[in-house]
């Protein structure tokens, strides 16, 4: 744990978040800034600070994260009315907080 990291510290329970999804490798929980009537981040419980960090090894947790979002996206029912998976990556594509999440956003009418 990165103990500046805001996502970190909501991981370990430090800080609070609206949850939705747990479980061993990652968590799911409302962004507190919505930018859709449906805004979930998909975060991985371990520190990793973009996609650029990524390695090889890593390719579970994003496969996890991707097949999550789908999962989260059916319970919200947005799903088939469709949805945006987004990473932001660095500070030039509009990352601010530096731990690895998967934005999905969706229930637009
Ligand atoms: P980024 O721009 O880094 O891809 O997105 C970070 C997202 O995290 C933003 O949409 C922001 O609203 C959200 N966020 C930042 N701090 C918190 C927090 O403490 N709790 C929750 N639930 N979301 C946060
Ligand atoms: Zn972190």
């Known amino acids: 744990m990165e103990k500046d990291c ?7 329970g430090l800080k609070p978040a609206e949850f939705v999804y747990q ?4 968590v799911v929980f409302k ?3 919505p930018h859709a009537p449906v805004h979930l981040l998909i975060v991985p419980r371990r520190h990793i600070r ?3 960090d990524l390695q090889e090894e890593d390719v579970n947790i994003i496969s996890e994260m991707i097949l ?3 999962e989260a996206a059916q319970e919200c029912s947005v799903a088939e009315s469709g949805y945006k998976l987004l990473f932001n990556v660095e500070r030039g594509g509009g990352q601010v907080i530096f731990h690895l999440h998967l934005h999905l956003l969706g229930g637009w009418r």
């Open 50 to 52: 973009s996609i650029n």
């Open 68 to 70: 999550r979002a789908r």
């Open 6 to 12: 805001v996502f970190c510290q909501i991981v370990e």
């Open 31 to 33: 962004d507190i800034n």
């Open 23 to 26: 479980d061993k490798s990652l």
